[in-house]
């Protein structure tokens, strides 16, 4: 088996977590718990509908040389960089070889979490920085900037291997979303809700009120933060269905189809 366990130190965006520019000044030094080398499937040439581009990952399965996904007969747990590549490859595919003792954080962005900063493969478990309120209240924990880990930093679906130069262009990671489409969802969410106002008065009721009340409240509690950390209020529904799950593990909430 072939497997690292090594320092990995690699430029993360000079805003911290989501930024979107990378001046080699911010780092972040994680360990790397993974195989040495993996290989990456990436798309050949772009699909005429645009669904597949070329370099990009083809979402298929990485291939390590020490953990068989399948493909692999008499697989025994020894080192399987032959057997590998002696498997074909998909016509509209080329298959990347990254070697992890030179690229660890480049094979981290596609290995699992517990390949990266620590063995029980929880990001939770790193260094953290915590956004507060004014009273206190933790509403927003992330690795802190100099722990970020490389998938969080990076585009596993949007980088890609550049043919011409034998090297990845790295993507960054970009905010899923705005102040804009949080107010419109919370404003869609107030409009849903307006049949909670028809409830008898009570307990229930009452459970709605503070909810919507909470909705309108966004923009003022969470002023001047960024948009990613605005964490979405909990409905009484959701609220009933966290606990029932808690108390019962298998439970599963009833989705009613159209």
Not at 11 to 20: C, H, K
Not at 102 to 130: E, F, K
Not at 145 to 156: A, G, L, Q, T
Not at 219 to 238: F, I, W
Request: aromatic fraction near 8%; glycine fraction near 6%.
């Amino acid at each position: 088996m072939a497997k690292l366990n090594q320092k990995m130190t690699y430029s993360v965006p000079d805003d911290g977590y989501l930024g979107q520019t990378v001046s080699g000044s911010n780092k972040a030094t994680l360990d790397y718990l993974g195989p040495d080398t993996i290989w990456v499937d990436v798309f050949k040439e772009d699909s005429e509908d645009g669904a597949q581009k070329k370099g990009c990952w083809t979402s298929q399965p990485i291939k390590t040389n020490y953990l068989d996904d399948g493909d692999i007969e008499n697989y025994d747990g020894d080192d399987q960089t032959s057997a590998i590549e002696a498997l074909p490859v998909p016509l509209d595919s080329a298959r990347i070889k990254i070697d992890c003792t030179t690229d660890a954080h480049i094979c981290a962005i596609w290995t699992q979490p517990n390949c990266t900063g620590d063995a029980r493969g929880s990001y939770d478990r790193l260094p953290q920085v915590q956004d507060k309120l004014a009273d206190g209240t933790v509403y927003y924990e992330r690795p802190r900037d100099d722990s970020i880990p490389p998938d969080h930093v990076w585009s596993r679906e949007e980088s890609s291997w550049n043919f011409d130069t034998e090297s990845w262009d790295l993507v960054l990671h970009k905010t899923f979303t705005s102040w804009d489409l949080i107010r419109e969802g919370r404003n869609n969410t107030l409009i849903e809700t307006d049949v909670k106002e028809l409830l008898p008065e009570g307990a229930e009721k009452d459970r709605w009120t503070a909810y919507r009340q909470e909705l309108r409240d966004i923009p003022q509690t969470y002023e001047g933060k960024e948009p990613h950390t605005v964490p979405a209020p909990l409905s009484p529904e959701d609220e009933d269905n966290r606990a029932i799950q808690e108390a019962n593990p298998d439970w599963q909430p009833i989705i009613n189809e159209p």
